[in-house]
């Protein structure tokens, strides 16, 4: 199971304490050092089967500075999946990949209903 994180993000921090609480062996990934690549990137959006959007941290500056809110929309999918690749600040965090399963973001009743 591999865990991308970004060490100061508090929400990272929550969803690690949630693993290590149950228990659960990752690889820990720092998400702006180690930056996910594309081909990476598009092997989970496919496996996930969410939205492209959901991959991006739309609360993050970079984001907003990028204004990517009236890129996005605009832009392909081969396109938003470099960019992605480009730095890991703008990729939706933590990110947990285990197998076939990818989730983005913290939550933790999905966690619980999708890691055994």
């Known amino acids: ?6 060490p100061k993000c508090s929400t990272c921090q929550k969803a690690k304490k949630w ?13 702006v050092e180690d930056n996910p690549s594309y081909d990476e990137l598009k ?6 089967g969410l939205p492209l959007k959901k ?3 739309t609360s993050g500056l970079l ?5 990517l809110k009236d890129k996005l929309p605009t832009m392909s999918e081969e396109e ?4 992605l690749a480009t730095n890991g600040m703008l ?9 076939e399963k990818v989730l983005v973001g913290f939550k933790e009743v999905e966690w619980e209903e999708n890691i055994d």
């Open 1 to 6: 199971m591999l865990f991308l994180e970004y």
């Open 19 to 31: 693993l290590d609480s149950h228990n659960i062996e990752y690889t820990d990934r720092h998400i």
């Open 43 to 48: 092997e989970w959006f496919e496996k996930s």
């Open 55 to 57: 991959f991006f941290n």
């Open 63 to 67: 984001y907003k500075e990028m204004k």
């Open 80 to 83: 938003q999946l470099k960019l």
């Open 91 to 99: 990729v939706k965090r933590p990110l947990l990949v285990d197998g």
